[in-house]
């Protein structure tokens, strides 16, 4: 072993050598220690996000560098640089880090997500999303939808509070996470399997089980992502579960569905009226239909990028109120001011909910729901902030520590949604000045903005106009815990449990 590890470092450094001397004369950005071959690993914590601004405040350096095994890293932490990343010269910068987790999960770089910009499909399918799924009118017509998902949200929560007489502990995650997920299955191929009312038994459990594989196995480290040449190997075993179970169960449940809705199709004719997404998909034209791969691979994407990140926000933007119950209290007042107290609040009333949406922003600058953005990538040398960026360099935006960063915010520890009234949501979304970007921006910015600017304050709306809501007995509100724990997503580490009573 020790001869392997010698020679190996031999040939690694003199790689590096090689490279130096080809590439720019610029130094690396500093960072950890890199070991041979195994690089910053064991400096990285579990929290890589609070790591690496720890290490940008230590070297006073927007810019960190770290190495993964053979795989380097860049971390930006300033407004101006993540402009240059994700705006400016984007083009450069919007590809995806390939890694065994994006093959798998991407139908083999068939979907939106991990599929490089560079490809018209990603193009195609981007466009197909923002006017068919995204606009205006298209959010219009899956509103009433939502409007159900709220309401038996709303009615389950009050049974449990009858029952129990007053106020009792809700663990709110579940309940939030459900709800998107039916929210989103419902917009995009008609069905929910989550609740009451649905009748898909074992369809559903097969849901169930793959959303649950999928946020395991997108945790994991694979040593194939760390040293490429040994991908082939699978010596840790790691990749045979994504490849022999994860994704032909995907593949499967999506298959069906897809098959499902053509045999309908052929019963009824054709295509009548497009009642979700997957009819757009499917009744896409001459040169701008997409293969029954890419559709799965695409359905896939957005249900990940709907469910985990909308249940994040919701769970942050409740404890922040629960340990700020006066600016709960400002919340409900305003929003009985616009709704009175004899109906939920609807889509129509967001515009007038000013400070629900102050509530939401103020939840995104510090608890950005994936802290670094998704990975983008380099594939050939470049440089940032007059440092070099090698080639293969995969390259994140903290967007947690710009959140939280003095020079940009005054305040930036205290939870504070006065400071976005009268904030419009162009400032809002990747805002000219690059403080806030939790939906990143340019080319790759999320295409579910728009969704998300509404999903977010109705059901936080929703929530905290038919409940009261508080820390559990015994626990007083500033006492509430706020760690997180990191996946790609970064949730409270302890889910909310929140003592709760009904209000309407
Ligand atoms: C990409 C955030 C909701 C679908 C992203 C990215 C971020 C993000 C940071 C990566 C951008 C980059 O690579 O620079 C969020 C947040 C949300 C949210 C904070 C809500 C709280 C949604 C929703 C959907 C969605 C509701 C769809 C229904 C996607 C997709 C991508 C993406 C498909 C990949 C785009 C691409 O790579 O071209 N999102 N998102 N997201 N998001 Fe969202």
Not at 165 to 170: D, H, I, Y
Not at 312 to 319: G, V
Not at 328 to 350: F, P
């Amino acid at each position: 072993l020790i001869l392997v590890y010698v020679i190996t470092t031999f040939l690694f450094r003199k790689l590096c050598s090689i490279s130096k001397s080809s590439s720019s004369d610029l130094p690396l950005p500093p960072g950890p220690r890199c070991w041979p071959i195994l690089g910053s690993m064991f400096h990285i914590s579990k929290l890589p996000h609070q790591y690496f601004a720890q290490q940008a405040k230590k070297y006073g350096s927007p810019i960190v560098h770290a190495r993964l095994g053979y795989s380097p890293w860049i971390v930006v932490h300033s407004p101006e640089i993540a402009m240059e990343v994700l705006k400016t010269r984007d083009m450069e910068f919007a590809y995806r880090t390939p890694s065994v987790f994006a093959e798998h999960f991407s139908f083999g770089y068939q979907d939106l997500i991990f599929r490089n910009h560079t490809d018209a499909t990603w193009r195609h399918l981007r466009k197909v999303c923002a006017t068919s799924l995204f606009t205006t009118s298209s959010l219009r017509l899956s509103a009433a939808w939502r409007q159900e998902e709220i309401s038996a949200m709303v009615s389950t929560i009050r049974s449990d509070a009858i029952k129990s007489g007053s106020t009792f502990v809700l663990k709110a995650r579940p309940l939030i996470y459900e709800n998107n997920m039916n929210m989103m299955s419902r917009m995009l191929f008609g069905k929910k399997y989550f609740g009451k009312a649905h009748s898909l038994g074992r369809e559903a459990a097969t849901f169930r089980t793959i959303q649950e594989q999928l946020a395991a196995e997108s945790a994991k480290i694979h040593l194939g992502d760390l040293f490429p040449m040994l991908r082939g190997f699978d010596l840790l075993g790691t990749e045979k579960n994504l490849r022999e179970r994860v994704r032909p169960a995907m593949e499967n449940f999506f298959a069906a569905i897809i098959a499902e809705r053509k045999l309908q199709h052929h019963l009824d004719g054709g295509i009548k009226k497009h009642a979700d997404f997957l009819d757009v998909l499917l009744s896409l034209k001459d040169g701008d239909t997409v293969s029954d791969i890419c559709i799965m691979a695409l359905l896939s994407d957005l249900m990940a990028g709907g469910s985990d990140t909308g249940t994040i926000s919701l769970e942050w933007a409740l404890s922040e109120l629960i340990a700020h119950p006066d600016q709960l209290m400002k919340a409900q007042q305003e929003i009985d001011n616009v709704v009175g107290q004899n109906r939920l609040v609807q889509e129509s009333d967001l515009p007038y909910l000013p400070y629900v949406h102050a509530i939401i922003k103020e939840t995104m600058r510090r608890h950005p729901p994936i802290p670094l953005l998704l990975p983008h990538y380099t594939p050939v040398a470049s440089h940032l902030g007059g440092y070099k960026v090698p080639a293969g360099s995969t390259v994140m935006v903290n967007a947690w520590a710009i959140g939280r960063d003095p020079n940009v915010w005054s305040n930036p520890e205290e939870f504070n949604p006065d400071r976005f009234l009268g904030v419009t949501d162009t400032q809002f979304v990747g805002g000219k000045q690059f403080q806030l970007v939790p939906f990143s921006a340019g080319r790759r910015q999320c295409p579910g903005y728009p969704l998300a600017a509404i999903q977010l304050p109705l059901t936080l709306g929703s929530l905290i106009h038919a409940f009261n809501w508080g820390p559990p007995a015994g626990q007083k509100p500033e006492d509430l815990d706020m760690n997180e724990t990191f996946g790609l997503s970064c949730h409270r580490a302890v889910p909310l449990q929140a003592a709760v009573s009904y209000r309407l």
